[in-house]
């Protein structure tokens, strides 16, 4: 696993507001989740499959919080500007994060 993991790029970013399930954090990952759940089934060798749960196995996922349910209108467009935000950081390039709320709406 970690010889795979190894070769990926990782895009992390702060989401500053305040903590909350009203908060971007949370919408980010609640939304991430259920994008994530709805995908391809995991691979054979997917460790999860050894869980306990059988969500788990099936799912591809640890954190199975939300998965099942339909991901919020305009999350992938809110989702592009946290990572349009993120790389305007490394390069200087000025995004207004007023836009992120717009794109929720």
């Known amino acids: 696993m970690w010889a795979h993991l190894r070769h990926m790029s990782v895009l992390w970013r702060a989401v500053e507001d305040a903590v909350g399930p009203a908060s971007d954090r949370a919408y980010l990952e609640r939304n991430a989740i259920v994008q994530l759940a709805g995908g391809d089934a995991p691979s054979q060798g997917w460790v999860g ?40 950081a490394y390069t200087g390039i000025v995004v207004l994060e007023q836009e992120v709320a717009a794109a929720k709406l």
Request: glycine share 12%; hydrophobic share 35%; charged share 20%.
């Open 49 to 88: 499959n050894h869980s306990g749960r059988h969500e788990i196995g099936t799912s591809g996922l640890w954190n199975l919080n939300h998965a099942g349910r339909s991901p919020a209108p305009g999350f992938i467009e809110a989702f592009e500007r946290y990572v349009e935000m993120t790389v305007a």
